[in-house]
């Protein structure tokens, strides 16, 4: 694909512009509902009807390339891609909770880290950066960027802080593909990678640890974990390339973004 190929029309950005309102509207109502004692399995129940049956749109995880539930829940060590399932959250708990929603041809994606009760300084300050890195990772996107600033303002951050940058997952062009290129790295040198122009729209998502880096695969074929056993935290919105900047399309309400 060229990168015109790339370029969203005003009929997909208003598309996607509704789906995105969607994804974050699901994440709105979820949150406040997440607590001790219920198992990640309620979670992919309460995303799952709330998806299909107020919004009337599709969970995209559901089936795609096997994953079999509607959400992924990433606990603690667990990087991304955590299935739900009998796992019953308890105070000190960190959670992903990664929503894609499609409608009318077109994806959202975007997920949050809920802290459960009262979790210790360290995982709550790997939460804060990892959100405080999505924020910086979205302010260095205009047109005319390229995808290596956003790696850059994402690890620079990140390494200062003292964590790790996941090199292994990226975030994603996004569109009627739940993922399409380009890829954006979390890491990365200024100028370097692909120019960006208005009416793209990607991902971005970094995953940091606390520990080192490097991720493995569980035998489900799906769970991502830390090697060395250490936190991981993740945050991700899907973004509209514009001149000036970009726009957040699953922005929740309330979450203030301050943009360039
Ligand atoms: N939502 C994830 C992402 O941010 C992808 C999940 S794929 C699934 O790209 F199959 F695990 F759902
Ligand atoms: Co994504
Ligand atoms: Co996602």
């Known amino acids: 694909m060229n990168i015109n190929g790339l370029v969203k029309t005003p009929q997909e950005i208003a598309k996607m512009r509704a789906v995105g309102r969607l994804a974050a509207a699901l994440l709105e109502w979820l949150i406040p509902q997440v607590k001790a004692g219920m198992t990640t399995d309620d ?9 299909v049956n107020v919004q009337h749109a599709t969970p995209a995880p559901l089936n795609y390339h096997g994953f079999p539930k509607s959400v992924c829940t990433s606990v603690n060590n667990v990087v991304c891609h955590g299935i739900p399932g009998k796992y019953v959250l308890r105070d000190g708990d960190i959670v992903n909770i990664d929503v894609t929603t499609k409608k009318d041809g077109f994806h959202g994606d975007t997920s949050v880290m809920v802290c459960i009760g009262t979790v210790t300084p360290q995982a709550q300050r790997l939460v804060d950066v990892a959100y405080e890195a999505l924020l910086r990772g979205i302010r260095a996107v205009h047109g005319g960027a390229f995808t290596g600033d956003i790696g850059y303002a994402i690890q620079s951050y990140v390494e200062a802080q003292g964590f790790s940058v996941v090199r292994d997952y990226c975030g994603h062009g996004i569109g009627r593909g739940f993922h399409e290129e380009p890829q954006i790295l979390h890491y990365g040198t200024p ?6 122009v208005p009416g793209m729209t990607f991902t971005i998502e970094p995953m940091i640890n606390v520990g080192n880096y490097h991720t493995r695969v569980l035998d489900d074929n799906w769970t991502v974990e830390t090697v060395d056993g250490s936190l991981s935290a993740q945050w991700e919105h899907t973004v509209l390339v514009t001149e000036d900047g970009c726009e957040v399309l699953t922005r929740r309400t309330g979450e203030k973004i301050a943009l360039n």
């Open 43 to 51: 979670i992919n129940t309460l995303v799952h009807n709330y998806t």
């Open 191 to 196: 100028g370097s990678g692909m120019r960006l």
